[in-house]
């Protein structure tokens, strides 16, 4: 075996992106992996997940094809193919790491790692082998998986996580989801989309985390979608009856009863940290995960962490870049990873994105802010896309810098970019308007909203 200047535990975002940047490097890395190239993200989160949210917009857009002037048939969801076309993006991506790894020359082996303390490393290999490597440096980077909460029937056939859910092919009639965060309302929309009867139910309220407004927007729309809501709402067991599952609840003093095909339970994340033998090797951990400082070196000498595993965000470009800065680190590069701006989107539909504060974050730091809106309804491409629902909210601070930025619509996970740069490079609000947008595109939303905040905007009174 290869000597190792690095030893990653975890193929996902965080620990293959962390292994090629090591390449990069000059170093000799050896990934383990136990389960398939690509983590999480790649096999059973982001990637999946987005397959079906376009198999579930193109199913949005065809009952509507009328309004473009398009006629054919009456469109139908077929579901083989649904998870066909899933396969084949999930196929072509981790098919397109595994080639990345080789040409990078990384040595990939397939098993479940444990520490063994002084940079040794013990992996049963899913062939049954075992095998001893050593590197002066180890990366942990091996996620999280759902947390399940435990209530009566949660084992029952029909409750599902988001990974069972990715793997089932039938189209349930009603589908109650069970969680207020960004996986539970890309599933809900996904689904009603598709063509179920879709119930959210969660403790607080949907994307707790995120600006209030941009929230209770969503909600709103996805109710005009017929999605119901049960906001507030505890789950405390479920049943088999006669019509599928019957789930109970408490919505505060109040029983809550309601009869579903399936359930998809999706309320949090926690670390995967079973069986790596942290507590030999004298890593420590914490409610979160693993605790690490701001190079990712953990309480043991040479071992690292980075992604899922060191708690959240849950996010795998934050996974990918904590990665790349661990390494840079360890090769004598040290990099750093922008928290305050980290923008995160999520697939509904229509789609939310958001980069830096929350307006309940400025009024929790009691600080001075200026508060703008456009509406997409404003906007001469959405328009013309048929696509007017939304709008783009943004925050700043009274020295003329943009301090957060959320948007509900079409195309926001690709749109919240330009804030992420403004904010990450501290373009100012002024700099920002004068910077010429193309038109008609959905960009000029933005632009309109930061005019906005200066009340220069022209397509509103
Ligand atoms: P992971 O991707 O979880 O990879 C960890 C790897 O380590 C796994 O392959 C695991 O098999 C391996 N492993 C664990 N223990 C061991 C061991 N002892 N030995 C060997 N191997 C081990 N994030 C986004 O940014 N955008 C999205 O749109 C998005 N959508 C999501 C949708 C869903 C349904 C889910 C569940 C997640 C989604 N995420 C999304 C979150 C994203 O998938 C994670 O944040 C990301 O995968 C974390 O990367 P990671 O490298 O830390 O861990």
């Avoid at 002066?136 to 029952?156: D, F, M």
């Avoid at 598709?194 to 959210?200: C, D, E, F, Y």
């Avoid at 017929?226 to 109970?248: A, C, M, N």
């Amino acid at each position: 075996m290869a000597e190792n200047d690095l030893i990653v535990i975890g193929s996902g975002p965080g620990g293959y992106v962390a292994a090629i940047r090591a390449a990069q490097l000059g170093a000799r890395v050896t990934v383990i992996e136990e389960d398939k190239v690509g983590g999480t993200c790649l096999n059973y989160g982001c990637i999946p997940t987005k397959a079906l949210y376009q198999s579930a917009a193109t199913a949005l857009l065809a009952a509507r094809m009328e309004d473009f002037g398009v006629v054919a048939g009456k469109p139908a969801i077929d579901m083989a193919k649904v998870h066909s076309w899933k396969r084949r993006a999930v196929d072509k991506l981790t098919g397109g790491v595994s080639q990345l790894l080789k040409g990078y020359k990384i040595n990939v082996v397939n098993g479940r790692a444990r520490l063994a303390g002084n940079g040794k490393v013990i992996v049963k290999r899913n062939d049954g082998e075992s095998l001893e490597l050593e590197s002066k440096n180890v990366l942990i980077a091996t996620g999280s998986k759902q947390a399940v909460p435990e209530v009566c029937g949660i084992n029952l056939k029909g409750v599902m996580t988001s990974k069972e859910l990715l793997g089932y092919e039938g189209l349930p009639g009603r589908l109650l989801v069970y969680g207020g965060g960004y996986i539970a309302m890309e599933f809900a929309s996904i689904y009603n989309a598709l063509g179920s009867k879709v119930t959210v139910m969660v403790r607080s309220k949907v994307l707790r985390l995120m600006d209030g407004e941009i929230s209770k927007r969503l909600t709103l729309l996805l109710k005009k979608r017929g999605i119901t809501f049960y906001e507030g709402t505890l789950l405390d067991r479920i049943e088999e009856g006669e019509k599928g599952l019957t789930v109970h609840a408490l919505k505060g003093e109040e029983a809550v009863t309601l009869d579903a095909d399936l359930v998809l339970v999706a309320t949090g994340n926690v670390p995967n940290t079973d069986g790596l033998g942290l507590e030999e090797a004298g890593v420590k951990t914490g409610p979160k995960g693993i605790v690490v400082d701001e190079f990712y070196r953990t309480s043991a000498e040479g071992v690292y962490a980075i992604g899922d595993v060191i708690g959240p965000p849950y996010l795998a470009h934050v996974a990918s870049e904590e990665g790349k800065a661990a390494v840079e680190a360890i090769f004598g590069r040290p990099g750093k990873v922008n928290y305050g701006v980290i923008p995160a989107a999520v697939f509904t539909i229509p789609e939310v994105a958001t980069a830096g504060k929350t307006e309940e974050e400025l009024q929790r730091e009691k600080v001075s802010y200026k508060v703008s809106k456009f509406l997409f309804g404003g906007n001469g491409k959405a328009v013309a896309m048929g696509e007017e629902e939304g709008l783009v909210k943004v925050l700043a601070y009274d020295d003329g810098h943009l301090a957060g930025v959320h948007i509900v619509g079409p195309h926001a996970s690709d749109l919240i970019h330009e804030a992420a740069i403004a904010m990450h490079a501290g373009v100012s609000v002024e700099e920002l308007i004068s910077c010429i947008h193309a038109h008609p595109t959905l960009a000029e939303v933005f632009h309109e909203a930061v005019m906005a905040l200066n009340e220069e905007a022209i397509h509103q009174l």
